[in-house]
């Protein structure tokens, strides 16, 4: 089926089938910081964010993202370097497989939480697993992106 | 879950003709569920244009749009405002934001999925579930009644009673699944709902009996609900540990909510 899809703010006219994931259509339209981990919605690295909202792009169908804003790291800019910046001084990023999950979701966080402290940081952030990192360090830095001390 | 085609009805009668005239349609709530399994479906039937994504309070209900989504629930200040933290400690753990902005409230009801948390905590309000061709049903009827399968869900209706509801689970890890799950209220009585057993979630009828019939019997009751429910073995707890822990935090939601 064919579908228009707003991705970053660019109109994408592809065509797709009936039950593929979103995760999938964007990697194939070269969105590749869009990872595919478990596939079962439960590690968090293929989060984008649907009209500002983080969402599983491995359960979210791609016939259903038609009308939405479809935004990935890429398409955060400046806002993505920020977070980076604030992750790596803390020497945090290994491998960085879930990194761009980590920037999208947490990038979403800083819009969403009025007053963050470091329980409602970490509860909004469970969703998203990184297998090398042990939190740590990403934790310290995203505090100090949220102003958290 | 493979279909070969999507379709995204603007009216709630036309979702229902292609559901009832179909028998290999299927109508999609987030997908979160579903989507794990193998089976082929010919038709996927979205609700995403039917309006079903609301909260909103009139004078003795609060109605949830069957395709409101967890993570919206969990935030909601109507819904914490009349019944606590009830309903948000039931989703806030499941897995993560990202997940719960996707997994909608009627697929989680519709499913009437063993694991199911928010079963567990509506179970003890007074709700009620309006569908397109069955109407009205009280939920816990619902629940237990597997005869309906082909039919639109449109909304939970709650009934704005005054008094406490709580929701209390273990679980080994944030984000997964619990090992057991309870929610108690007092409204015009104590209700106990167990679940995540890991069978679905159940009220009590003996514990529930005994408390009300005597507000000083907290731990008789709540020892009562090792006989009245059956608890199983999964990968997470075996049923002779749930037996142990399910006393414990009915005890504990008992007296918090006489208290």
């Known amino acids: 089926m064919k579908v228009n899809l707003d991705i970053n703010n660019r109109i994408y006219e592809t065509y797709i089938d009936a039950d593929e994931a979103l995760l999938g259509v964007l990697r194939k339209l070269g969105y590749k910081s869009v990872k595919k981990g478990c596939d079962t919605g439960a590690c968090g690295v293929c989060s984008v964010l649907i009209d500002g909202k983080p969402t599983l792009s491995c359960q979210f169908l791609a016939a259903r993202a038609e009308g939405h804003k479809i935004t990935t790291v890429e398409g955060l800019g400046k806002d993505a370097d920020e977070i980076v910046d604030a992750i790596v001084s803390e020497g945090a990023d290994q491998c960085g497989y879930c990194g761009p999950s980590l920037v999208l979701t947490t990038y979403a966080m800083k819009k969403e939480l009025k007053n963050p402290t470091i329980e409602k940081i970490k509860h909004y952030l469970a969703g998203n697993l990184c297998r090398c990192s042990g939190f740590e360090g990403q934790l310290r830095g995203i505090k100090r992106y949220m102003g958290v001390k | ?259």
């Open chain 2, 1 to 259: 879950m493979r279909f070969e085609k999507f379709v995204k009805p603007r009216k709630i009668e036309t979702a229902l003709k292609i559901l009832k005239d179909d028998p290999g349609s299927v109508i999609l709530g987030g997908t979160t569920f579903l989507r794990l399994s193998d089976k082929k479906y010919s038709t996927a039937i979205d609700l995403a244009d039917l309006d079903l994504d609301y909260i909103i309070e009139n004078e003795d209900n609060i109605e949830i749009g069957a395709y409101t989504s967890l993570r919206t629930i969990e935030k909601d200040p109507i819904i914490n405002k009349h019944f606590g933290d009830l309903l948000p400690k039931a989703v806030e753990h499941i897995i993560g934001v990202q997940f719960r902005n996707n997994a909608k409230i009627g697929g989680a009801v519709f499913g009437r999925l063993g694991f199911s948390e928010i079963i567990t905590a509506l179970l003890v309000l007074d709700c009620k579930l309006q569908f397109e061709e069955n109407g009205t049903i009280p939920f816990a009827e619902f629940i237990s009644n597997w005869n309906i399968k082909r039919d639109i869900l449109k909304k939970i209706v709650i009934k704005k009673n005054q008094g406490k509801c709580l929701y209390r689970m273990l679980r080994t890890s944030d984000a997964d699944f619990p090992i057991l799950s309870v929610a108690v209220s007092n409204f015009d009585e104590i209700k106990i709902s167990v679940g995540t057993r890991p069978s679905i979630a159940k009220l009590s009828q003996e514990a529930a009996r005994m408390i009300n019939s005597d507000n000083s019997k907290i731990i008789e009751a709540s020892n009562l609900i090792v006989k009245e429910f059956t608890f199983g073995d999964d990968m997470r707890a075996s049923g002779k540990y749930r037996e142990k822990i399910a006393p414990v935090l009915v005890s504990r939601a008992l007296q918090e909510v006489l208290s």
